[in-house]
């Protein structure tokens, strides 16, 4: 059964999107902060964070790394995140603006959903106990071409507006799929 849950996205941590931005020490590089502020009041009132999910067994794909990933898990759920298509169209309007208007709402947009998926697996845990950090379709020999498995599996088009073009990127595209492992414990 597939799920959806969502998410609101308020509290960005700023050094991860200074990161995201190329400040490797994640300090904010001078005259940014006023730049960032304006972006986030545009921003955080238009994230709409959403996440599909079904628990399932592993569908067949030919991974030794998602196999070594999952190494001791029966189940998995499969998940695909949006903070869907409004942060896009904020995001083209600042590319038009300038580049670094364009640079700092994709760093945004990249710390929001992040943090859709960081909320998203901190939920599971309070439901499913441990669980293996996600795994993503591109990630080691998982093929890029398994988020048209996990799309259909998901219904995303329907369900959160997530759709893949013919080159598999993601629309909206700061959106992720994953798989995440629900580690199985012996009792006793």
Not at 89 to 109: F, H, N, T
Not at 149 to 160: E, F, P, S
Request: hydrophobic share 40%; net charge negative; glycine share 6%.
């Amino acid at each position: 059964m597939i799920e959806i849950r969502r998410y609101k996205v308020e509290d960005l941590n700023l050094r991860n999107v200074n990161y995201y931005m190329g400040q490797r020490n994640g300090e904010t590089a001078e005259g940014m902060e006023e730049r960032i502020q304006k972006a986030l009041d545009v921003l955080l009132p238009v994230f709409d964070g959403k996440v599909c999910f079904m628990e399932t067994e592993m569908p067949e794909v030919d991974s030794v790394d998602l196999k070594r990933h999952l190494a001791g898990c029966k189940k998995v759920i499969l998940m695909a995140a949006t903070v869907g298509a409004e942060a896009d169209r904020e995001r083209m309007k600042a590319a038009v603006k300038s580049p670094v208007e364009q640079l700092i709402y994709d760093a945004i947009g990249t710390e929001a959903i992040e943090n859709v998926c960081d909320a998203f697996c901190e939920d599971m845990k309070k439901v499913y106990g441990e669980l293996t950090s996600r795994f993503s379709p591109g990630y080691g020999d998982l093929p890029l071409e398994f988020q048209k498995t996990m799309i259909a599996l998901l219904d995303t088009n329907r369900k959160i507006g997530l759709s893949l073009t013919d080159s598999l990127l993601m629309s909206p595209t700061k959106s992720v799929t994953a798989i995440v492992g629900i580690e199985n414990k012996e009792i006793g």
